[in-house]
C-alpha cells in the first residue's frame, strides 16, 4: 500500500503516514510512505502527480523483489493526500514497453484506493488552500478541471472505499460525495462511509495507536480489503 499523507499539499501529516502504516502492516499489509513534494516548498502540479505515480510503478517494478503481489498495489490518502490518491487512480497510465528505465514500464493504475476525508474538487466544493498549493493561484480553469477527479473516473478506475463525516468543515462532504456518485455512474465498484459526527483530520481516531480507540472506519475497512484480497 502506497500511504499519501494528507496537509492541504503544504506539509505531510504524520498520523495519516506511519499511522496508517503501522495500522495495515498490522493487517500484514506492506507499506510505503510516499514524501511527495508540496506547494509551500514552491512544488506545484504535475509534480505531485509524478511521485505518486512514480512510486507505484516503483513497487510494481520490485515486487519480486520484495515479495509482494504487482497485482494487489493499492493506494490511501487522507484530505489533500486523498486528492493525490484520486488523481492516482483516474490519471493513471499504462506502462511504457519500450522505456529503457525498467521501472517506466509498469502500469502506474493502482488496484485498489482508500480515500479518508478526500480532497476531489478544484471547483465549487474545493479546498481553497490545496488548491492553491496544488495549482498556485489564479489557476485558469482548465487546469483546476484536468485535477478536479470527479470529472475523470473511468470504467478501469479501481476500486474504492471513501470515508468523511457530515460535520467536515474543512473539505465539504460533497467532494466525497461526488466522487461516489462518479464511480458509480462509471460501474466502478465502490463504498461509501459518512459518519455524522467527527471533525476533519482525524486519521484513525487515536494518535497513540491504540487500537481500541479508532473510529469505526478502520473495521469498515479491514473487511473491504479482505473482500478486496488484500487481507488474508
Known amino acids: 500500500m502506497v500511504i499519501c499523507p494528507g496537509g492541504g499539499y503544504a506539509h505531510l501529516a504524520p498520523h495519516e503516514g506511519e499511522g496508517y502504516a503501522r495500522w495495515l502492516t498490522g493487517q500484514g499489509i506492506t507499506c510505503f510512505v510516499l514524501k511527495y513534494r508540496l506547494g509551500l516548498d514552491g512544488y506545484h502540479y504535475p509534480v505531485e502527480l509524478q511521485d505518486v505515480t512514480r512510486a507505484i510503478r516503483l513497487v510494481r517494478a520490485r515486487a519480486g523483489e520484495w515479495q509482494l ?13 486523498g486528492h493525490l490518491a484520486s488523481m492516482a487512480m483516474t490519471l493513471f497510465k499504462a ?9 517506466e514500464r509498469e502500469s502506474s493504475r493502482p488496484d485498489a484506493a482508500i480515500l479518508c476525508y ?15 498549493y496544488l495549482l498556485g ?11 478536479s477527479t470527479e470529472l475523470h473516473v473511468a470504467k478501469d478506475s479501481p476500486p474504492c472505499f471513501i470515508w468523511s463525516t457530515d ?19 462509471a460501474n466502478v465498484p465502490y463504498e461509501l462511509h459518512v459518519y455524522q459526527r467527527g471533525g476533519h483530520g482525524q486519521g484513525l481516531g487515536s494518535h497513540d495507536y491504540n487500537p481500541s480507540k479508532w ?9 473491504w480489503l479482505k473482500e478486496q484480497g488484500f487481507i488474508k
Do not use: Y
Open 69 to 81: 503481489d504487482p497485482h494487489r498495489i493499492g493506494i490511501i490518502g487522507s484530505s489533500a493526500g
Open 137 to 147: 493561484t489564479n489557476a485558469p480553469q482548465a487546469l483546476a478541471d484536468e485535477v
Open 167 to 185: 460535520e467536515d468543515k474543512t473539505v465539504p462532504i460533497e467532494n466525497s460525495l461526488d466522487f461516489a456518485a462518479a464511480l458509480r455512474r
Open 215 to 223: 473510529l469505526p472506519w478502520v473495521a469498515e475497512c479491514n473487511r
Open 118 to 132: 478526500p480532497v476531489i474538487t478544484m471547483g465549487k466544493f474545493a479546498h481553497q488552500g490545496s488548491k492553491n
Open 95 to 103: 506502462g511504457d514497453s519500450n522505456a529503457t528505465d525498467v521501472i
